[in-house]
């Protein structure tokens, strides 16, 4: 099958990026500021790329309010990365010893867990695990110890289609989010987390670098064994450049945030995101064909999961939606059933042909 531009792209990440922002990126890819030379040729320490960089950190500390306290790293190594950084740099503040708390709430925050596990006491403060990661365990059964340097959560699990409304009150304890698949999607209050991280490949452009928002004073902390591209105190007195940064990335990151800012920032897209999953999911409960099984207050408005009551519609549906033009509708093989990851750049109109085709396959099942 072949298609034209554009089909609607589901998927999960990397996942769909404007059109404008891509018709730039091509106008000019091969005399970029009339250089003669791309952007992804010229040295991460040039004065024309320097420029570059600190307008990105400029548009994202604008897009998210980041008060001057915090640190922005742009790094590699995605998500996964910093599983194993985050505790590197923090999980020696723990008051008896390397430990941090963990809230799992799906696949993405229990991998995190293991992986800190690999560095000191990666405690459970509660699992929805026995529910198929279909909730959030309530406020009130969360066992948070008294001597972790950390409570670590997810705040958008993106495989099981789960999202904190909020992000959780710990009082003065450092909180860690992993906000990979929802970030820039919603206002956030910086001051209330330690840490914020994520890839930019679901929110904002293609894969390769990975946002660190960190509370200045916590940096510097690091375990001796860390790395020096893992260790952020090393990373942030050398701008971000202790290794060769994925320039290329870095520059399509920053056409996604002018973008942003273009669309009205993020107060404006996320009335827009709030729209388009409502769309959906107000489809789907009153279908009788799909069913979403995740706790209501607790729907993801970037990953909205749903099954089919009769799964051996399954590949028909799949092969149908996509001779649509709707692509990677595929649920994640850990969850089965389908996946509509609905980003900042997944325009309304494309939730509303989702939702035409699927009520017309409804109607013809
Ligand atoms: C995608 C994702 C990750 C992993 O990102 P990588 O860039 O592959 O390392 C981690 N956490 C969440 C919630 C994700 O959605």
């Not at 599983?83 to 723990?94: E, T």
């Not at 925050?109 to 990666?122: D, H, I, N, P, T």
């Not at 107060?267 to 099984?293: C, G, M, P």
């Not at 509708?329 to 509509?340: D, E, F, I, Q, V």
Request: hydrophobic content about 40%; some cysteine.
């Amino acid at each position: 099958m072949t298609f034209e531009r554009r089909i609607f792209n589901f998927s999960a990440g990397p996942s769909t990026v404007p059109e404008e922002v891509l018709k730039q990126a091509q106008a000019e890819l091969l005399n970029w500021h009339g250089l003669g030379t791309s952007v992804m040729e010229i040295s991460h320490r040039s004065k024309d790329f320097m420029a570059v960089y600190e307008e990105v950190l400029h548009d994202l500390r604008t897009l998210m309010n980041i008060p001057d306290s915090y640190e922005i790293l742009l790094l590699q190594g995605g998500g996964i990365g910093q599983n194993a950084g985050i505790p590197m740099n923090l999980m020696a503040l723990g008051k008896n010893g390397p430990k941090a708390d963990f809230l799992v709430t799906g696949i993405w925050s229990e991998k995190s867990r293991q992986e800190a596990e690999k560095y000191g006491v990666a405690h459970l403060v509660a699992s929805s695990a026995t529910e198929q990661f279909n909730t959030i365990p309530a406020r009130d059964s969360w066992d948070l110890s008294d001597d972790a340097a950390y409570l670590h959560y997810c705040s958008n699990e993106t495989i099981g289609g789960v999202e904190f409304p909020d992000t959780p009150e710990v009082g003065d304890r450092l909180l860690v989010a992993d906000i990979s698949s929802n970030i820039l999607s919603k206002e956030m209050d910086i001051s209330k987390g330690a840490v914020w991280f994520g890839g930019a490949q679901k929110n904002i452009g293609p894969s390769g670098v990975t946002i660190v928002v960190v509370r200045k004073d916590l940096l510097g902390h690091s375990m001796k064994i860390t790395p020096s591209i893992w260790d952020w105190g090393k990373q942030a007195a050398n701008q971000s450049m202790v290794n060769t940064p994925p320039t290329f990335s870095i520059y399509m990151a920053g056409l996604g945030f002018k973008w942003l800012l273009k669309q009205g920032g993020v107060k404006v897209i996320e009335q827009r995101n709030q729209e388009k999953a409502n769309l959906l999911y107000d489809f789907i409960d009153q279908s009788t064909l799909y069913e979403n099984r995740v706790n209501k207050v607790y729907r993801s408005r970037m990953n909205a999961t749903f099954f089919l009551r009769d799964e051996s519609l399954n590949d028909a549906f799949l092969s149908q939606s996509k001779a649509a033009g709707l692509l990677a509708l595929r649920g994640h093989k850990a969850a089965g059933g389908m996946r509509a990851s609905i980003y900042n750049a997944m325009p309304l109109e494309g939730v509303i042909a989702l939702v035409e085709f699927m009520r017309d396959f409804e109607r013809r099942a």
